[in-house]
């Protein structure tokens, strides 16, 4: 298996416009999370889905924020409108059970 | 505060040298799992432990799992410049979270 793919690896937008990232899990993994990375908050969970159905969001900072996960090997993480504290890297994961498998992640920068 | 604690935040051995790094959870810990993160990068996993008293090894890495005391402990033995980058620990509550992480370097 190819492994957890996130698209782009890395996207500078400026502050104000709508970003969307992209990850298709491993196959047949049921649950997907994205989190997002900085060096003052670490690694943040922002939502999981289990069967292509939002189970938490909680970890979503605000309105701004939203994900989908149309079937079960696509999801998305939107931004809009971005603003600079939003620059981070945002991992996604998959997992059937046990361990988690991550993405490279995709490092935003929003100028 | 963080549901994981892990101590120290960084370290810097010499090559060679033993290292250990401690986790603490506020709860109870059903799963513990070790990741390694090198800068840039994904995290790759290491080891999950899920047993109070259980013990797990690959190459020199030994996890063990202190269920009583809601700790884990990662101990390197004779460390290698490949040992070096960020080790987290996460916890499986159905929502898996982490902890901050402890950067390791080693120097050569």
């Known amino acids: 298996d190819a492994g957890v793919i996130q698209s782009p690896r890395h996207e500078v937008t400026e502050m104000g416009q709508e970003v969307t990232l992209r990850c298709k899990p491993i196959s047949g993994h049921d649950y997907l999370f994205w989190y997002r990375q900085t060096m003052m908050r670490g690694l943040e969970l922002l939502i999981y889905?289990?069967?292509?159905?939002?189970?938490?969001d909680s970890g979503m900072p605000e309105d701004r924020f939203s994900a989908k996960m149309p079937n079960a090997s696509f999801s998305t993480l939107k931004i809009q409108p971005s603003e600079p504290r939003d620059s981070a890297v945002y991992f996604c994961?998959?997992?059937?059970?046990?361990?988690?498998?991550f993405g490279e992640g995709s490092r935003l920068t929003v100028l | 505060s963080q549901e994981l604690e892990q101590s120290p935040q960084s370290l810097i051995v010499q090559e060679g040298k033993n290292l250990t790094i401690n986790c603490t959870s506020s709860?109870?810990?059903?799963?513990l799992y070790w990741y390694k993160q090198k800068y840039g990068e994904g995290l790759i996993f290491l080891m999950m432990?899920?047993?109070?008293?259980e013990e797990k090894s690959h190459e020199k890495i030994t996890a063990k799992l202190d269920e009583k005391k809601q700790q884990s402990s990662l101990h390197i033995t004779a460390s290698q410049p490949s040992h070096a980058g960020t080790y987290l620990c996460?916890?499986?509550?159905?929502?898996?979270?982490f902890g901050p992480g402890t950067r390791l370097s080693v120097l050569p």
């Open positions: 996460g916890a499986d509550r159905q929502n898996f979270v």
């Open positions: 889905f289990n069967n292509n159905v939002p189970i938490d």
């Open positions: 432990l899920q047993k109070g008293g």
């Open positions: 709860k109870t810990l059903y799963g």
């Open positions: 994961a998959s997992r059937y059970t046990g361990e988690l498998f």
